[in-house]
């Protein structure tokens, strides 16, 4: 078979990191694989650079609003969560630079890379599997939408945006793209759920709860993500050999959703910690000043498991996440995880086993509980922790299968 993955961005975060290990991990397992995404070396590793942007007239630069800022502008602080993207990108005629001889066209996390009515509207008849990294595609801009349901009725009164006109613009953005859908006949196109949790809200969709479904959650290859001597790792890392250790991954202008200011305003608020606390990636806040606190510049996916090794628990205080890899990532280093109980990240962590959970967006709670565990050295072995991660091999196989079902349904 041949597959063209179609990513936004080659490397640049989480789900488009995970396309990436998706088409290389076919492409060494013998599967004929190509990622058509926005950056990336051209014509190297199956990459495939999308077009050029086409440039807007100066007209349309003056007077047609950039609705993806504005939506932007107009996002609610003590509400919004996630990031907004909006149904226009530049890239124009992306489909075809889609090969003609493709078999399955897979969808990843595609904002600011298609065009919804341009592409929907001319997309040849490909069989498409369409791998859901968040809700997006379901909803009228928002990528995690908390507790709102709008995206059942149509999106209308966004609660994460004030002002009229971009609250017009979410809805309109929703119907247009249910007016793309209604384009593609049910046996075309299968969706991939990585939760539980994404798949009951997928089921909900007016958008897209007629297209056959697969539960494919991910995996971890677990030759790169493995134990490494500790004491090694934290003399790389230049953090003390002796004492607990909790890591946490934090980046400047990280979204709300990801709970992360949040721990640290908590944990800054102590006379001293009871841990030292690893923070990878960069980070303002001023407890990357303290003496028991080591920042680390974000680290490449092949270095990630000297962080994960180095510490003796991964704090993850995500308010809402699909099936987060540096979860499973940590655990395949054995690693436990305290995470809060919500969305598809409690689907990967069985209490006391692999790791802790603490009730929904209770802060003071997830502090607490993080410094009980390290307090009463409450850490489940690293073999029990390794062992009920998903190989990444075994998660390819099911997508593999997943493409065969969707060729024959669609033929």
């Known amino acids: 078979m041949k597959i063209v993955h179609l990513s936004t961005y080659e490397k640049l975060g989480g789900a488009s990191l995970a396309a990436n290990r998706i088409h290389r991990g076919l492409i060494e397992i013998g599967v004929e694989s190509h990622l058509l995404c926005l950056d990336g070396p051209a014509n190297a590793d199956g990459i495939i650079r999308a077009g050029h942007k086409k440039k807007r007239s100066i007209f349309k630069r003056v007077f047609s609003p950039n609705w993806e800022f504005a939506i932007r502008q107009f996002a609610i602080d003590d509400v919004g969560i996630e990031i907004f993207s909006d149904i226009e990108a530049q890239p124009r005629n992306l489909w075809r630079q889609i090969p003609p001889d493709t078999d399955i066209v897979q969808l990843n996390w ?140 934090a980046s400047h202008g990280t979204a709300r959703r990801k709970g992360i200011w949040q721990v640290l305003d908590k944990l800054d ?63 395949a280093c054995g690693t436990p995880v305290l995470a809060f109980d919500n969305s598809g990240t409690k689907e990967l962590i069985e209490d006391e086993s692999n790791g802790w959970l603490v009730r929904n967006q209770d802060f003071d709670g997830f502090v607490e509980k993080a410094i009980e565990l390290v307090e009463n050295d409450r850490r489940p072995s690293a073999e029990a922790v390794r062992k009920q991660v998903r190989d990444f091999h075994d998660m390819l196989s099911e997508y593999v299968l997943a493409y065969r079902e969707a060729k024959s349904r669609h033929q």
């Open 110 to 249: 595609i904002s600011r890379l298609i065009d919804w009515e341009d592409f929907f509207q001319c997309i040849p008849d490909f069989p498409i599997v369409w791998r859901f990294a968040d809700l997006n595609p379901m909803t009228g801009g928002c990528h995690y939408p908390d507790s709102c349901k709008g995206f059942m009725t149509g999106c209308h009164a966004c609660p994460q945006i004030g002002g009229t006109k971009a609250k017009r613009r979410i809805a309109s953005n929703y119907h247009l793209k249910q007016k793309c859908i209604e384009r593609i006949p049910s046996e075309q196109m299968t969706i991939v759920a990585q939760s539980r949790w994404i798949e009951s809200l997928i089921e909900q969709s007016p958008i897209f709860e007629r297209f056959p479904r697969v539960f494919i959650p991910n995996g971890v290859d677990k030759r790169v993500f493995r134990q490494l001597d500790s004491l090694f790792c934290r003399n790389l890392l230049r953090i003390p050999d002796a004492g607990p250790v909790a890591l946490i991954f």
């Open 269 to 331: 608020q102590l006379h001293k910690l009871p841990f030292h606390l690893l923070i990878v990636g960069e980070t303002t806040h001023r407890i990357g000043s303290r003496p028991e606190v080591t920042v680390t510049d974000g680290l490449p996916p092949s270095v990630l498991p000297v962080a994960y090794s180095a510490a003796d628990l991964m704090l993850f205080p995500s308010l809402q996440d699909n099936c987060p890899n540096a979860v499973l990532e940590s655990q």
